[in-house]
């Protein structure tokens, strides 16, 4: 079953506006990992945050984590048409052996 | 960062042939990977965990004997699609673990006619 869904499914801005992408989850985790996908193509890692963590960036990328609600947020910001692609959210229940992952949205952007 | 392989990219085949698909660690060991199935527009399933020199752990619902994995060594990993249905058809995808994090091939995409 998911651990993970999110929203929007699909989401479709124009370039220089920001995206906000949301993840909920159902138990406990270890820590929750976001990931880009290109049509038709395998996973690229983008930003991983702790349990212990509530906020991270890294470039125009920023993740918030809430564990008392199990949710969490992927705000890209300036957004640009090559950003173009599904995002998924994974989590981590320990160990590191096992990803479950989210339902995933559709990002594109328009020029 | 760590690169993971797959072979081939796409596959179509008819219905009732075997389809090995091989997922290599380029420049890294290892021990652990995982197979996942994703069908058009959804997200990705975990089919079973393979580990070097032992057997595979499969997610409830996955037959073991339809979806064989074969890891036989710290770089490779196979799964290979026995007797494969147009119900198999989908994109599927290995990941391996690696001391900075997970990295993911680029898919192979299996259409069963």
């Known amino acids: 079953s998911q651990q993970g869904e999110e929203d929007p499914q699909a989401l479709s801005i124009q370039e220089g506006e920001n995206a906000t992408m949301n993840c909920s989850y159902k138990?406990?985790?270890?820590?929750l990992q976001w990931y880009r996908q290109n049509s038709g193509r395998g996973l690229v890692h983008l930003i991983l945050?702790?349990?212990?963590?509530r906020e991270k960036h890294s470039g125009r990328l920023r993740v918030t984590l809430d564990t008392s609600k199990k949710s969490s947020s992927l705000l890209i910001t300036a957004s640009r048409a090559a950003d173009t692609a599904s995002y998924f959210c994974?989590?981590?229940?320990?160990?590191?052996?096992?990803?479950?992952f989210g339902t995933g949205t559709q990002l594109k952007v328009e020029l | 960062g760590a690169v993971v392989s797959q072979h081939p990219s796409r596959v179509i085949c008819k219905s009732g042939t075997s389809v090995k698909i091989e997922c290599r660690s380029l420049?890294?060991?290892?021990?652990?990977m995982f197979w996942y199935r994703q069908f058009p527009k959804q997200s990705l399933m975990l089919m079973a965990t393979?580990?070097?020199?032992?057997?595979?752990?499969?997610e409830q619902g996955v037959e073991k004997d339809k979806f064989l994995i074969n890891h036989a060594s710290l770089t490779l990993s196979t799964l290979t699609v026995t007797s494969a249905h147009p119900e198999d058809s989908s994109f599927y995808i290995c990941?391996?673990?690696?001391?900075?994090?997970?990295?993911f091939g680029p898919g192979t995409r299996l259409t069963v006619l």
């Open positions: 138990t406990s985790i270890n820590n």
């Open positions: 393979s580990n070097e020199g032992s057997k595979a752990t499969y």
């Open positions: 945050i702790r349990s212990n963590e």
């Open positions: 994974a989590t981590d229940t320990g160990g590191g052996n096992k990803l479950t």
């Open positions: 420049d890294f060991q290892a021990t652990t």
């Open positions: 990941s391996a673990r690696e001391l900075t994090g997970r990295f």
